[in-house]
């Protein structure tokens, strides 16, 4: 079987009943299939520690996900965690809507070096490896306060044995968006003044796509 693999990806927790040409080449299509089969690697659940958001997702709170996914992008990338997104959906097909189809998975993991695991990622590392059920945090963030994240940031040894942070969706899209993206700069995506792209995936109203490729190719500016 030859899957080419991003350098991000271990080849041991690749799904075991996943075709070869399913995965091949693209970040976005592994993370698709681990999120709906999970990974055989133990390790794999193991090893990351989350941040996350108080609400499921629906692709009709695509402006809401967009405003609060900034936030936790920057988060994520500056205090070294792992994001993990859920959805209201039953998926069990790959073209079905899940979180992946929301978010801008390839653009967040290629481009902006983050990491991002299935919503029933603690789930399973509980009923398949026995591994002790997750510690959480909910952070409150006092309205139009962003020098909150920052200073989250700065002090995130204080809560670095929690295992997840949880951030209410409705605190993050209060921030300003500017205020932000200077806290972000260009690494995550803010040059001259303005987002490069949005934090939902550019065909979130489109039910179904042919391919998940199709998305990746769209993603990219």
């Not at 040409?21 to 993370?31: D, F, H, R």
């Not at 490069?196 to 796509?209: G, M, N």
């Amino acid at each position: 079987m030859n899957i080419m693999l991003e350098s991000h990806l271990e080849a041991s927790e690749i799904p075991v009943l996943a075709h070869g040409t399913c995965i091949e080449g693209g970040i976005l299509p592994v993370v698709a299939m681990k999120s709906l089969l999970g990974s055989p690697s133990k390790d794999y659940y193991l090893q990351k520690k989350t941040v996350t958001l108080d609400v499921v997702l629906s692709p009709e709170d695509e402006k809401r996900l967009d405003k609060a996914m900034r936030s936790l992008v920057f988060v994520a990338k500056y205090i070294g965690r792992v994001i993990r997104l859920t959805s209201n959906t039953t998926a069990n097909n790959i073209l079905e809507m899940d979180w992946f189809r929301m978010v801008p998975v390839n653009y967040s993991i290629r481009d902006l070096g983050l990491v991002m695991v299935e919503g029933n990622y603690y789930r399973r590392a509980f009923d398949w490896f026995q591994i002790t059920p997750r510690t959480t945090n909910i952070i409150s963030i006092i309205s139009d306060n962003s020098q909150q994240l920052r200073d989250l940031v700065a002090t995130s040894n204080i809560i670095s044995t929690v295992d997840e942070l949880v951030f209410k969706v409705s605190e993050l899209e209060s921030l300003d968006a500017n205020e932000i993206g200077l806290l972000a700069g260009e690494e995550l995506g803010y040059r001259d003044g303005t987002w490069i792209r949005p934090f939902i995936c550019l065909q979130i109203r489109q039910e179904k796509a042919a391919c998940l490729a199709l998305c990746d190719s769209k993603e990219k500016l």
